[in-house]
């Protein structure tokens, strides 16, 4: 199980990081790039938790990324 966070590069754009690494995987123009490649990235290696990070660097969102399994499934179905 890997996971992975979604932040604002400093440079522009937005990075997407495997946790406990110093460098990002990678970087998109757009959040919702950012998130879409770390999600495919946290299923090859066996699902995991992506956390989304806001401009202002505060998780705002956290999906679990399939095969893992979520301990605390939410009540909203809007992932």
Same mark, same amino acid.
């Given at each position: 199980? *890997?996971?992975? +966070?979604?932040?604002?590069?400093? %440079? /522009? @754009?937005?990075?997407?990081?495997? #946790?406990?690494?110093? %460098? $990002?995987? /990678? *970087? #998109?123009?757009?959040? !919702?790039? $950012? #998130?879409?490649? !770390?999600?495919?990235? !946290? @299923?090859?290696? &066996? &699902? /995991?938790?992506? %956390?989304?990070?806001? #401009?202002? /660097?505060?998780?705002?969102?956290?999906? *679990?990324?399939?095969? !893992? +399994?979520?301990?605390?499934?939410?009540?909203?179905?809007? +992932?």
């Amino acid at each position: 199980m *890997t996971n992975y +966070h979604v932040s604002k590069s400093p %440079r /522009g @754009g937005w990075n997407y990081k495997k #946790e406990g690494s110093d %460098r $990002a995987s /990678g *970087t #998109e123009r757009t959040q !919702a790039q $950012a #998130e879409r490649e !770390a999600k495919r990235l !946290a @299923g090859l290696s &066996g &699902g /995991g938790e992506v %956390r989304i990070h806001g #401009e202002d /660097g505060k998780i705002r969102d956290s999906d *679990t990324v399939k095969p !893992a +399994h979520d301990p605390n499934p939410p009540k909203d179905k809007k +992932h």
